[in-house]
């Protein structure tokens, strides 16, 4: 009886110690895409020197084509994309967006950009356990005339 307990012991262990693997490579996958995402974002908006309507129909035609579908809250004086169809706005407090960016001055009157995109991370079985911002910050450069909410 003892071999029996004692296999059924390492039995579990085994499947215990497989679904932590599985939550992990599940959390390194989508913190992966979102990262991606956040990267092509701010490349897009050096490329277009700023977020204009050219910009903004390219970016959310990638995130549309990778999947992306996490909405999250912005900071206040931020802009936010309400979908992937290129409706923006100035952030509310309680709305729901998709990405998020600000415009910024440095001291040498070049813009940048800061963005953030979400990642939300959830199991299957358990469901939603955390949402996470991931930023980031464009290089400075002169910027288009015909950027958004400048």
Same mark, same amino acid.
């Given at each position: 009886m003892k071999a029996v307990s004692e296999s059924t012991w390492t039995f579990q262990m085994i499947i215990f110690f497989m679904l932590i693997f599985a939550c992990f490579l599940t959390l390194v996958l989508n913190y992966n895409k979102a990262y991606a995402i956040k990267n092509r974002t701010l490349s897009i908006i050096e490329k277009y020197e700023g977020v204009t309507y050219e910009s903004l129909d390219i970016i959310n035609g990638y995130m549309y084509e990778k999947g992306y579908k996490t909405t999250g809250k912005c900071q206040d004086g931020w802009f936010g994309a309400i979908d992937l169809e290129g409706n923006v706005e100035e952030s509310k407090g309680s709305e729901q967006y998709y990405y998020c960016f600000k415009e910024n001055t440095n001291n040498k009157n070049q813009i940048y950009y800061d963005i953030e995109v979400f990642y939300r991370f959830n199991l299957p079985v $358990? !469901?939603? $356990? +955390?949402?996470?911002? $991931? +930023? !980031?910050?464009?290089? +400075?450069?002169? !910027? *288009? *005339?015909?950027r958004i909410g400048r």
């Open positions: $358990i !469901g939603n $356990i +955390a949402m996470y911002r $991931i +930023a !980031g910050t464009t290089k +400075a450069f002169v !910027g *288009s *005339s015909e």
